[in-house]
């Protein structure tokens, strides 16, 4: 299997049509038909179904493009890399993260893509739900990793890596620091800590205000190491995902009857080029094992 052989059936399932897959590879429609002959030959099935004027991929030809992609963006990516290493340039990788994803969940599967590529300069991008999309829609970002985006853009390609819960957070030395669960009318009088970024915040104000719930009022945070400062000086009380880590000055808890959860996403652009250490980030995220993060916790 040759590499201008999947670029050309690429070429053809993108335009559906060999004359124009023929100019868009700048070769000779023949010698485009030929290899995708060959191509069908070697794999044992027809990739198309040619109907005079009307092109299309068969079932098994189906089967086959995704993998033909990956096949092809992996070998692109990695000429890329090795013009870059030769060249002496240095190879960066922007990730957009929500501000309420943890850079711990991170860290070891970013230490092993360094021991992969030593030369490797990592940047993030932190923001909102929307600021994600936009990232990855303008190209700022070649992965994202977020809760719900909100975001229907057919080009957008997602895959689950966890879901988990939302808790309280209170001081160590708040009144209900030792009430676990904490009762819904307990919270009476408390001053909430919002963090504007996240979905949970109006669920759970939602859910104060069904229960008509009188709280003292609210700050409004635009991080998680600020919630926790306040929250540990008693300046209110806070939600948390699961797998934010607190402080010893913190006690997390559950709330009788709150259940709030998320799943957080990987999010890529699809059929855009990625690089070697993109897709290399990608198997390493998707490979992983999450429980321990979530059981501990």
């Not at 850079?103 to 990592?122: D, G, K």
């Not at 635009?222 to 939600?239: H, K, N, P, R, W």
């Not at 797998?243 to 799943?263: E, F, K």
């Amino acid at each position: 299997m040759e590499m201008h052989q999947i670029r050309y059936f690429l070429a053809v399932s993108r335009t559906l049509n060999f004359t124009r897959a023929a100019e868009d590879c700048h070769v000779a429609q023949p010698s485009l038909t030929r290899a995708i002959k060959l191509l069908e030959a070697e794999l044992g099935g027809d990739l198309f179904r040619r109907e005079r004027n009307l092109t299309h991929l068969t079932e098994f030809g189906q089967r086959m493009l995704p993998l033909m992609g990956q096949c092809y963006e992996s070998a692109v990516a990695t000429k890329r890399l090795a013009s870059s290493i030769k060249s002496g340039s240095v190879v960066s990788l922007t990730l957009a993260l929500s501000r309420s994803v943890s850079m711990t969940l991170l860290v070891p599967p970013l230490t092993e893509l360094m021991r992969l590529f030593p030369s490797l300069e990592l940047r993030f991008h932190r923001g909102a739900a929307a600021e994600i999309s936009e990232a990855l829609k303008k190209g700022e970002a070649m992965l994202a990793i977020a809760g719900p985006l909100g975001e229907s853009w057919e080009r957008l390609d997602a895959w689950q890596l966890f879901t988990e819960d939302f808790h309280m957070i209170v001081a160590a030395g708040h009144k209900l620091a030792s009430a676990d669960p904490v009762r819904w009318e307990d919270l009476r009088g408390e001053r909430l800590l919002a963090r504007s970024y996240c979905e949970s915040t109006s669920t759970f104000a939602e859910l104060v205000r069904e229960r008509d719930l009188q709280l003292t009022g609210q700050h409004t945070v635009m991080g998680e190491d600020d919630l926790m400062q306040l929250a540990s000086a008693e300046l209110g009380i806070g939600v948390l995902p699961q797998t934010t880590p607190c402080s010893d000055g913190l006690r997390r808890l559950h709330i009788d009857g709150l259940h709030i959860s998320r799943t957080v996403y990987l999010y890529a652009v699809a059929g855009r080029e990625r690089t070697a250490p993109a897709t290399a980030l990608m198997k390493l995220l998707r490979a992983k094992d999450w429980t321990p993060h979530l059981a501990t916790a």
